[in-house]
């Protein structure tokens, strides 16, 4: 069956800009986590949705970043002012019971 | 809180030798442990995991892996090393709440020679 996707699979961006990124997670999976793969900070948690409560943002950086999930199912990660610390791999995944299916990331690029 | 260590950031082997990949964690329960392996610009991908049911656990391309509670470890073994097995690997612990959020280690490349 399919996967968790992720679009785009890469994207470059000037400073300042803002960027949306976004994750189709495995259908029926309620439970969605974006984390960040970065050369100085390793893989890091991010946010994370569970149905309808309310998500747990306790991961995110500073209030640049966003996240929402609409409908139960896709979920975009904005990022406003991109700066060039937020260089990254973004990774997407969805969970069935207590294992996490991840998705192929997004490599972002902050020139 | 909790927390995982993993011991060496490289680790190299010879093709048909074991590997050992080492992890230590933190934690004031008996955790859940995962190992992640992501390979060259793939996705990461579930090897195994302990959840208390036995202590040993087979993984997925002959690894395994034992939670030793008096050793907080949870270290990542296989008996003889494979060109493919060449990636990076990731020792994980999750928090005793619901969430499962994942909190990973800082990751072992793996390089085998031939």
């Known amino acids: 069956g399919a996967g968790v996707s992720q679009s785009p699979s890469n994207k470059v961006t000037e400073k300042g800009k803002d960027v949306e990124l976004r994750c189709d997670p495995i259908?029926?999976?309620?439970?969605l986590y974006w984390y960040r793969q970065s050369l100085g900070q390793g893989l890091e948690f991010l946010i994370y949705f569970q149905g309808n409560s309310a998500p747990d943002k306790s991961g995110l950086p500073s209030d640049r970043f966003s996240a929402e999930r609409t409908g139960g199912s896709v979920s975009t990660l904005t990022i406003q002012r991109t700066q060039q610390e937020d260089s990254a791999v973004y990774l997407c995944?969805?969970?069935?019971?207590?294992?996490?299916?991840f998705g192929p990331g997004t490599r972002l690029t902050v020139t | 809180a909790q927390s995982v260590t993993q011991l060496d950031s490289h680790v190299s082997v010879s093709e048909g030798t074991p590997v050992l990949l080492r992890c230590n964690y933190s934690s004031s329960y008996s955790p859940s442990l995962f190992w992640y392996v992501q390979h060259p610009n793939k996705g990461l991908q579930l090897l195994l995991k302990y959840t208390s049911a036995a202590t040993l656990v087979k993984g997925i391309n002959g690894f395994e892996a034992e939670f030793k509670k008096s050793e907080t470890s949870f270290h990542l073994t296989k008996p003889s090393a494979h060109m493919s097995d060449a990636a990076e690997y990731f020792c994980v612990v999750t928090p005793m709440d619901s969430s499962y959020k994942l909190i990973f280690g800082s990751g072992t490349r793996l390089l085998v020679r031939p």
């Open positions: 259908s029926g999976h309620t439970a």
């Open positions: 995944a969805s969970r069935r019971g207590d294992e996490q299916y």
